[in-house]
Each structure stands twice: as structure tokens, then as C-alpha cells.
């Protein structure tokens, strides 16, 4: 009895804390808080590729650093410390050399890896409000930690990047898990689009935030900003969010009605949660290609990820808060080629022009085959910053296209067990992706410009064979499998969606 109480006061709570937001959709609230959810997961992610820059020792040739940093105190013709002298100055402090620091970044992807899985999983049965808040808030106080490990030794960084992949790992997995359950198949490429890439704008707004961060208080004050963040926004997402419409305590019965109609027409079953049919999933053809596809774009998306940075500094020795901004800008590309293709994907399957899996096939092209093309020409033909700077960003504008391709493919295929598949695919991905630095770290030792060229050699051949067999394979229907054992076996075309659902969601919005 007291705990029903308890429970009671609570939903009362959350009743008064959402009022103010009844003018908009519980959809538009989820939307808004997974967005920033995914900002501040990927803060506390990549912020190390930036924070690395300024502290990890390194010695620069007085002209080149000085050129991009006049104000610098290094730089100061009064400045005789031990850190500038002769023709040399000296930043940074902590003493990890290149493949130290691809080591210590490469372990968030190992334990990333292993609890993908069980992240999917867990929000199927559970939910995904516990799951998705639980791993950015641990994120974030891992992050407020890092200052103090940072300095004992480059083990007990590794060890607490790999917990924080471990807490990670269960992100996106489990918001596909509540996907399937809030957001119907006319309106879910531009979801998907716009949060679950505002990663990519976390990296956008991460690397300039740390550059200003570490010029205004050091580099320690960046990890404690961007930890604090996180732990903030985790607060508002368990007082305001729900993991079924049915249960939100402000949704209005006709968006209700709307929500659970749509769902029900793509795939997605009510009831309880049954076994996963681990041999027929591991024995379809769509989803193997989900599987390769994911790998060999999270290969070069972590690439650029984590050494873009670096290259910038190394190659053209850039200060921190110039090096900062361009690093952003290719993942500020992607994010804005992420939600125009969403908006063209959605607009395009409501409307019927194009079947889904030929909208799949479609977009796969853009956003793998053209960064490996565009990547040929950057090795072969580019020289100069600006064209390197543009090149990339176009790469990254049409690898923004993944969201409305391979990323959503699994709700098409599978929505009872979409949050098991991304999970599944999202492991092997992160080993994928892990390698990335290793192999810049291994390969980039004398830091010259044609060590920089073959790293990006290597992103070529994961983008291009993968896409191929995501072409000749993947699929837009529903599998047998997906269904229950009470329900009948059948394949339901995804893109045939009845004429009350389409006219339903135009009058919703």
C-alpha cells in the first residue's frame, strides 16, 4: 500500500511538471529530450579526442605554433620557461605517445561492444526509461572522474574508458526499443534522423565547447563541464519521460489512438515479451547485410571521429580553439544531410512514390559509396586545409543519409525485436569502430602527411564491399520471424500502409 502511495505522489509530480508542455505532442517531448539525451552521450564520448589535443605532451616547431597561436603565453618573447625555448615549444603535460593514445580511446569500444546486446534487450522486457537515463547519467560521472584517473596511469584510463563504454553500450540499442512503440513508420526516418544523429551535433558542439573550455580554465575543466551536463539532463528525462504512450500521464486520447493504431499496422505486437529466435535472425539475409553495412560505416564514421583532431594538428599545427571549430564542422555536415534526408525519406514513403526498401537501397548509395569516393580524392588531389576541411564535410553531409538507410532498417524487418537487432549489429560496429584508432595509432608514427593518407586508405574498402552487399540484399518487409508464436506467420509489405493511417498522421501533425 505505501508503495502504490509513493507511486501515486509521483505520477501527481510528473503531472504538474508536464503541464506546461500539453501545447505539443508526447512524441515532440520524447523527441526533444532523446535528442539532448544523445548530445550529452556523445559529450562525454568524444570529448577526449579534443581534451587529448592539449593533454598530452608534445613538442612543435616555434614557427608553425606560434603562426596559429600569437596570443599564447608559450609564444611571449618574455616567456623563458622550459616549456619554449630555442626553436621548440613545448604543451600539455600528460606523456602518452600516438599509440598510447589510440589504446586508451580504442577501449571504450571494447566495452562499448559488450553490453549492446543487453541493452536492446533489457528495454524490450523493461523498458527503455531506466536503461537510456541510467547510461548517460553514469557516463557523465565517469566524466567528472577522468581528471583524477587521467594522471595515475594510461591503464586505469583505459579501465575507465572501457566502463564507460560498458554503461554506453546500452544507448541506442534500447531508444529503438521504445521506437517501435511511440513512432509510426511515416514519421520514423526523420526521428531517427534528428535524434539519434544528434550524436554527430554532440561532436559538433563538443569540439569548439572543450576548445573554448581548455583556452578560458585547462583542460580538466572540460571534462568537468561536459560530465555535469550530463548528470543534469539525466534528471529530466526520469521525471518526463514514459517507456508506452499508454502509460504517459498527460497524452490526449486522440494522439493515443493515433500512436497505437499506426503501430500496430507495421508489425509491432501488444502483449508479452516472448523468447528471440536467435537462429532464424542469424540465418536472414537482411539482417546479415544490416550487420556488414553498420560495420564498415562506424569504421570510417569512428575514424573521423577520433583523429580528425588529431590530423589537423599534426599536419597543418593549428591552435586548439581554430583546430576546434573545423574539426566540428564535417559532423555539423552530417547532422544537417541526416535530417534533409530524413525529411525526404518520410516524405517519400507517406506519399508512396518509392517502396521502402528501394528508399533503403537508395540512401545506402550516399551515404557509403560517395565519402569513399570523395575519400580517393582527398588522398589523391588535396593538399591544402580548406579543400581537405570541404571534402570531408560533404563526405560526412552524405554519410548523414545512413539514419534514413541502414540505421532504421532493422524496425523495417523486425520491430518486436528491433532493440535485440540494433544491439546485435551495434556490437560487432563498435569493434569495427574501435579498431580506428588502433590502426591510426600503429600507422601514424613519424606524424607526416602521407601517414595521414594512408589512415583514410583504410576507410575505403569497409565503406564500399559492405555496401555492395547491403544492395543486393537488404529488405523492407517484415520477416516471419518477427512474429509471436500466437500470432499467424506473415510478411507484411512495410511501405503499404493503410490510406487511415497516412491521413491520420497528416492531420496529427
Not at 283 to 288: C, E, G, K
Request: aromatic share 12%; net charge neutral.
Amino acid at each position: 500500500m505505501a508503495t502504490r502511495t509513493k507511486m501515486t505522489q509521483f505520477r501527481r509530480i510528473q503531472r504538474v511538471l508536464l503541464y506546461p508542455f500539453d501545447c505539443v505532442s508526447t512524441r515532440f517531448m520524447m523527441g526533444v529530450l532523446g535528442f539532448f539525451g544523445f548530445i550529452n552521450l556523445y559529450m562525454t564520448r568524444v570529448n577526449l579526442s579534443m581534451i587529448v589535443v592539449a593533454m598530452v605532451k608534445r613538442t612543435h616547431s616555434r614557427e608553425a605554433y606560434c603562426g596559429s597561436n600569437i596570443n599564447d603565453e608559450l609564444c611571449s618573447s618574455s616567456n623563458n620557461s622550459s616549456n619554449s625555448t630555442g626553436d621548440t615549444v613545448t604543451t600539455g603535460e600528460i606523456e602518452w605517445d600516438e599509440a598510447t593514445i589510440g589504446t586508451v580511446m580504442s577501449f571504450f569500444f571494447y566495452g562499448y561492444a559488450l553490453t549492446q546486446v543487453w541493452g536492446g534487450r533489457l528495454a524490450e522486457v523493461w523498458g527503455t526509461k531506466w536503461v537510456f537515463g541510467t547510461a548517460i547519467l553514469s557516463s557523465g560521472l565517469l566524466t567528472l572522474l577522468t581528471p583524477l584517473i587521467v594522471v595515475v596511469h594510461p591503464a586505469a584510463m583505459c579501465a575507465l574508458r572501457f566502463t564507460m563504454g560498458l554503461c554506453q553500450g546500452v544507448s541506442r540499442p534500447s531508444m529503438h526499443a521504445m521506437l517501435v512503440r511511440w513512432i509510426p513508420l511515416q514519421q520514423r526516418q526523420r526521428f531517427v534522423s534528428i535524434v539519434y544523429i544528434a550524436t554527430t551535433l554532440g561532436t559538433v558542439i563538443t569540439m569548439p565547447l572543450c576548445g573554448a573550455v581548455i583556452e578560458g580554465w585547462g583542460w580538466r575543466a572540460a571534462f568537468y563541464v561536459t560530465g555535469a551536463l550530463s548528470v543534469t539532463w539525466a534528471l529530466f528525462w526520469w521525471m518526463m519521460i514514459f517507456d508506452k504512450p499508454e502509460d504517459h500521464v498527460r497524452i490526449k486520447p486522440s494522439e493515443l489512438k493515433f500512436i497505437t493504431d499506426n503501430i500496430r499496422s507495421t508489425g509491432t505486437s501488444a502483449g508479452a515479451v516472448r523468447k528471440v529466435p536467435w537462429r532464424a535472425i542469424f540465418t536472414s539475409p537482411p539482417f546479415l547485410v544490416i550487420f556488414l553495412a553498420d560495420c564498415g560505416n562506424n569504421f570510417g564514421l569512428q575514424l573521423f571521429t577520433t583523429q580528425i583532431p588529431n590530423y589537423i594538428s599534426q599536419v597543418y599545427s593549428l591552435s586548439i580553439r581554430d583546430n576546434s571549430m573545423l574539426s566540428a564542422a564535417p559532423f555539423l555536415a552530417r547532422y544537417i544531410g541526416s535530417v534533409l534526408f530524413g525529411c525526404l525519406g518520410d516524405a517519400i514513403v507517406s506519399r508512396k512514390l518509392l517502396s521502402v526498401v528501394v528508399v533503403r537501397k537508395t540512401f545506402s548509395v550516399f551515404a557509403m559509396f560517395c565519402p569513399a569516393i570523395l575519400l580517393v580524392i582527398i588522398i589523391l588531389y588535396c593538399e591544402s586545409l580548406s579543400s581537405v576541411i570541404y571534402l570531408m564535410s560533404t563526405a560526412m553531409f552524405l554519410n548523414g543519409a545512413i539514419a534514413s538507410s541502414v540505421i532504421v532498417n532493422h524496425s523495417d524487418i523486425a520491430p518486436n525485436y528491433a532493440g535485440t537487432l540494433y544491439g546485435i549489429t551495434n556490437m560487432a560496429a563498435s569493434l569495427a569502430g574501435g579498431a580506428a584508432p588502433l590502426i591510426a595509432g600503429f600507422i601514424v608514427t613519424n606524424k607526416t602527411r602521407e601517414e595521414w593518407q594512408t589512415v583514410f586508405w583504410t576507410c575505403i574498402p569497409f565503406y564500399a564491399v559492405t555496401e555492395v552487399f547491403f544492395l543486393a540484399f537488404a529488405s523492407g518487409s517484415v520477416q516471419d520471424w518477427n512474429y509471436y508464436d500466437t500470432e499467424p506467420e506473415q510478411t507484411h509489405d512495410r511501405h503499404e500502409l493503410s490510406e487511415t493511417a497516412t491521413s491520420g498522421d497528416q492531420r496529427d501533425r
